[in-house]
């Protein structure tokens, strides 16, 4: 059984400081890693994707990438309230044309 | 403006009957996909499709079923079959590993 997991939270952070969001997988074929952010009540929007082992920024979102250790993880600098959200984490099945495992999700809760 | 699209926002089943979940799509993907979310759970693949007139089983199908006469929709049948339906059921569609989600339908069991 393929799998992600994540930490469920609630991950509470101050506003201002980095929330840091880890996501580990089970299936070593895997070569493409998703970051998605879903509102309460609301479809996930992706917010990252990565592909390569090592960091790739975008704005206030950093995702890093150790295949090795098979893990994963989303960084948020300056966290806003307005990024409480759940965070989900998704891999691709090496073995299943275009499948994504998707992990439980992560709950991000930025205080003022 | 490309997106998908999902209806209804709000659906109510009575024991027994089949219901069906409509999605569109107009970002020209070929790839669509189902997903059900349950509270604090993942999202699980019920069906997709890569190709017009093409489908398989996801994860769980069992009490679903699927059609994909056209490029643009994929809709999905809840049966009577399906013991526990009440859950948000996502539609997606991808031009490649990714996925851009619709709105999602609120299926509750009455």
């Known amino acids: 059984q393929k799998e992600v997991e994540q930490n469920s939270g609630p991950l509470s952070v101050p506003e201002g400081a980095i929330a840091s969001l880890n996501c580990t997988y089970s299936?070593?074929?895997?070569?493409?890693f998703f970051w998605y952010r879903q509102y309460s009540g609301k479809s996930p929007e992706l917010i990252m994707s990565?592909?390569?082992?090592g960091d790739k920024e975008d704005g206030r979102f950093t995702a890093q990438l150790n295949k090795a250790s098979q893990y994963v993880s989303l960084l948020i600098r300056d966290s806003q309230p307005s990024d409480s959200a759940t965070y989900l984490c998704?891999?691709?099945?090496?073995?299943?044309?275009?499948?994504?495992?998707f992990g439980k999700g992560t709950k991000l809760s930025v205080k003022p | 403006d490309g997106g998908i699209t999902q209806s209804p926002k709000y659906l109510f089943r009575k024991e027994g009957q089949n219901v069906t979940l409509s999605c569109e799509q107009n970002?020209?993907?070929?790839?669509m996909y189902w997903y059900r979310q349950d509270p604090g759970q993942g999202l699980r693949l019920i069906y997709y499709?890569?190709?017009?007139?093409?489908?398989q089983k996801g994860d769980i199908a069992e009490g679903y079923s699927v059609s994909r006469e056209k490029k643009e929709s994929f809709p999905l049948t809840v049966t009577s079959a399906q013991k526990n339906p009440t859950a948000f059921y996502l539609c997606?569609?991808?031009?490649?590993?990714?996925?851009?989600f619709g709105p999602g339908t609120r299926l509750t069991v009455l």
């Open positions: 997606a569609s991808s031009p490649g590993s990714g996925r851009s």
């Open positions: 299936d070593r074929g895997s070569q493409s």
């Open positions: 990565i592909y390569s082992n």
């Open positions: 998704a891999v691709n099945d090496g073995g299943s044309q275009g499948n994504l495992i």
């Open positions: 970002l020209n993907h070929d790839a």
């Open positions: 499709s890569q190709i017009v007139n093409d489908f």
